[in-house]
């Protein structure tokens, strides 16, 4: 049978009684899938992890921990990028402004604290150290998610097959009591959403992500021993010392002499008297102590495999602004990615929530985003958002690009317009009705090559609010 016989007999097969038009995320889907999924090892691993959590995964956790509660550097560098990446917020964007969805969002968002920014950094610091994000939707008696509750990840146990592929989505994931071994619960896969970082195969479900550091963790022990030998050798290398020499002298003599002799350090001079042939000379301590080459290639190569750069972290020796720069850009990308995976988990817990309240948007109505990304600077996001403008793009994704809600834009515009004109005149006084300020763009007239931006009044439209919606959507 050819391809498109194939094909045709498959369009032709009834579809199963009670098939949902739409599955869950990570849901297995039938159809003309072959193969295994999952590699060789994965595969065996699997069988042997049916009855226990992943001890690589687990042991990666723990190590991590260990690191960020030890090293001051290690911390720093989880809760900046869980502050990077949650910074501004959840916003909620729609192609066409619902007031019921929004309702429903902001809603959403209390019961779930995502408004609180202890909550979002939680999250995020989460799957930075662990690699996933279990988060477990609590229903209330209302049918509402009540909560998002992140899991420990360690714990968890992805029911799947040799294959990769869930047993039963009813009960996708197990969670374990590592000291006894016992089910403590299990979870279906409307319930529980894993976010993984970085997984081996995003297609094999018993796949778990992998930490930002862990492949980091044996060159932080290296640093870690190198800098304890480093202080080590200078406490007993580094002092000035002095060699008596007593020709002749017996053993009590020499003690006696030795008690003698100390009994007087705390002196800022001492003076040595001897009756017979001796001397005192000085002993140099260790005069290569600055010699520290090893501890900055061992430094460079942690911060090599970190996200964040060394010369964000205060280590500058040496490297230039241009390369900083670059590394920024870098950096900023790798949150990007962030924001994206853990804003995909709270729209997967909203849209359950929609469903739960009997309304089905389609996916491309609304999208749930963190307010700033990170890549571009404010100067280069704003002369970015004027070109737009210039263009001709809806006003709403102006604002909603520069991280502003845009329906609470345009119900301040419309406030404002009823009160007064928050505009002056050059001059003094207040400014006539319809004037709004005047922007003007001067490519590369500022630093880094970046596009100046001057703001003044004296532009005059008819009103305020139509320079942004038109007069029909007020």
Not at 192 to 207: E, Y
Not at 375 to 385: A, F, I, L, Y
Request: charged share 30%.
């Amino acid at each position: 049978m050819g391809l498109i016989d194939t094909l045709r007999a498959m369009r032709r097969r009834p579809a199963a009684a009670g098939q949902p038009p739409e599955r869950l995320p990570n849901e297995t889907v039938p159809g003309s899938e072959k193969g295994c999924r999952a590699t060789p090892e994965a595969s065996m691993e699997y069988l042997y992890r049916q009855m226990w959590v992943s001890p690589a995964v687990r042991a990666a956790i723990l190590d991590v921990r260990e690191m960020d509660r030890l090293d001051g550097r290690v911390k720093r560098i989880h809760s900046r990028i869980a502050r990077d990446v949650v910074k501004g917020g959840l916003v909620l964007t729609q192609t066409r402004e619902s007031r019921t969805l929004r309702r429903e969002w902001e809603a959403f968002e209390r019961r779930l604290q995502l408004d609180r920014v202890e909550k979002l950094k939680s999250d995020a610091r989460g799957l930075v150290m662990e690699g996933n994000l279990p988060l477990q939707w609590v229903l209330n008696e209302a049918l509402q998610v009540a909560a998002a509750v992140r899991m420990p990840s360690e714990t968890l146990l992805p029911n799947v097959n040799e294959n990769g592929q869930w047993k039963d989505v009813r009960e996708a994931y197990h969670q374990l009591d590592v000291n006894t071994g016992t089910r403590l619960a299990s979870f279906p896969l409307w319930q529980l959403f894993l976010c993984r970082f970085d997984p081996d195969n995003f297609d094999d479900m018993g796949a778990m992500g992998r930490p930002f550091l862990d492949a980091s963790r044996d060159v932080w022990k290296k640093l870690r021993m190198t800098e304890q030998d480093l202080v080590i050798r200078r406490r007993t290398r580094a002092p000035f010392r002095m060699a008596h020499v007593l020709e002749g002298a017996s053993d009590d003599q020499l003690n006696d002499y030795r008690a003698r002799v100390e009994q007087n350090q705390g002196e800022i001079t001492t003076d040595y008297y001897m009756n017979r042939k001796g001397g005192v000379a000085p002993v140099q301590g260790d005069a290569s102590l600055g010699e520290i080459g090893d501890v900055v290639h061992l430094l460079d190569t942690f911060f090599a495999g970190s996200p964040l750069p060394k010369g964000m972290m205060g280590y500058t020796d040496g490297m230039a602004r241009d390369i900083l720069e670059d590394l920024r850009r870098d950096y900023y990308e790798e949150v990007d990615v962030l924001q994206d995976t853990i804003s995909f988990a709270y729209a997967q817990g909203f849209r359950l929530q929609l469903l739960l309240k009997g309304m089905a948007p389609d996916p491309g109505e609304f999208c749930i985003e963190f307010s700033e990304r990170r890549t571009e600077t404010p100067n280069q996001t704003t002369d970015r958002v004027l070109k737009w403008q210039a263009l001709g793009l809806p006003r709403g994704m102006i604002f909603e690009e520069m991280g502003f809600n845009a329906q609470k834009v345009k119900e301040r515009l419309t406030a404002e317009a009823k009160d007064r004109d928050p505009y002056p005149m050059p001059g003094g006084g207040t400014a006539p009705a319809g004037t709004v300020p005047q922007v003007k763009v001067t490519p590369g007239n500022a630093p880094k090559g970046e596009s100046a931006t001057s703001i003044g009044s004296g532009a005059t439209h008819s009103n305020r609010l139509g320079e942004h919606w038109p007069q029909g959507d007020a």
